[in-house]
């Protein structure tokens, strides 16, 4: 979920950052931890929680942000993908497409 104010923003130092919110669902028995990482942007990083753990059948809200220097970048959107896993069993996992933008 892109938040709704910005799509992106310039940081301090010049590099570019999208926020997203992911909401991660936990459809089994028992309370799972996720990991959550990114692909399509080689030098891109992740800047999220460092423990997400979901009760069993509840829902979590995660905000995230992806950085990225702007001029890396050879378009004004780059598809990216998150990759969120269950830490503890591996079969359970997704990869969600979104797009980065920037400046």
């Known amino acids: 979920m892109r938040d709704r104010n910005s799509l992106y923003r310039v940081n ?3 590099l570019v950052e999208n926020p997203y919110t992911l909401s991660i669902i936990n459809k ?3 309370s799972l931890s996720y990991s959550i990482g990114i692909s399509g942007i ?3 990083s992740l800047q999220v929680p460092e423990k ?5 059948g509840q829902m979590k809200r995660v905000p995230v942000t ?3 220097d702007g001029y890396e970048l050879k378009s004004k959107v780059t598809p990216i993908s998150f990759h969120i896993q269950a830490l503890e069993d591996a079969d359970i996992a997704i990869t969600k497409e979104t797009k980065f933008y920037r400046d």
């Not at 997400?52 to 069993?56: F, K, L, S």
């Open 42 to 44: 080689a030098e891109a």
């Open 12 to 14: 301090f130092e010049g």
């Open 28 to 30: 089994t028995q028992h």
């Open 52 to 56: 997400i753990t979901v009760e069993a």
């Open 66 to 68: 992806v950085v990225a």
